[in-house]
């Protein structure tokens, strides 16, 4: 006998949790991760490290991000302004090692991997609080770039 009940719905599949792809970055005072670690999670710039007291005074650092790849921008002045150094995941023991120890006063921590052409559009628009936006000032540039390399071929 054909059964012309409607199948019973299932129990609506369990909503996958949003993956939160949040970077993790840790900065200590000393060299080789010594004295109080200070940790930032999730995308951020941080315009002033004076505003968590650590302005002039990262020695190293540790930065790993769940997609496995991202970048960690250190900036000499506050705002992302002058010198920068960056880096991929993985850890620095001593920023001496790159000229850079005790000397950030501003930095991005992204699972983005950002050329020096992203960083210095960043430079350029600074003084930017939220991540969203310097994602979107990063993107914008990245777009520009390319119309101007098609056209470029043209
Ligand atoms: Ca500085």
Do not use: C
Not at 19 to 32: F, K, S
Not at 60 to 77: A, C, I, K, M, Q
Not at 111 to 127: C, F, H, P, Y
């Amino acid at each position: 006998m054909i059964n012309k009940r409607k199948p019973v719905a299932k129990a609506a599949p369990k909503r996958a949790k949003a993956r939160v792809l949040q970077p993790l970055l840790q900065v200590y005072p000393g060299t080789n991760f010594s004295g109080p670690a200070k940790q930032f999670r999730g995308n951020i710039g941080v315009q002033r490290l004076s505003s968590v007291n650590l302005n002039d005074d990262i020695e190293s650092l540790r930065f790993s991000s769940p997609t496995g790849s991202g970048t960690v921008v250190l900036f000499e002045n506050n705002n992302y302004k002058g010198e920068y150094v960056k880096f991929s995941t993985g850890s620095v023991d001593d920023l001496a090692d790159f000229n850079f120890d005790n000397k950030a006063s501003s930095l991005i921590a992204t699972t983005l991997t950002l050329s020096d052409a992203d960083i210095l559009e960043i430079q350029q628009n600074g003084l930017r609080p939220n991540f969203g936006e310097i994602l979107k000032i990063v993107l914008r540039g990245r777009m520009r770039r390319a119309a101007k390399r098609r056209s470029a071929k043209k």
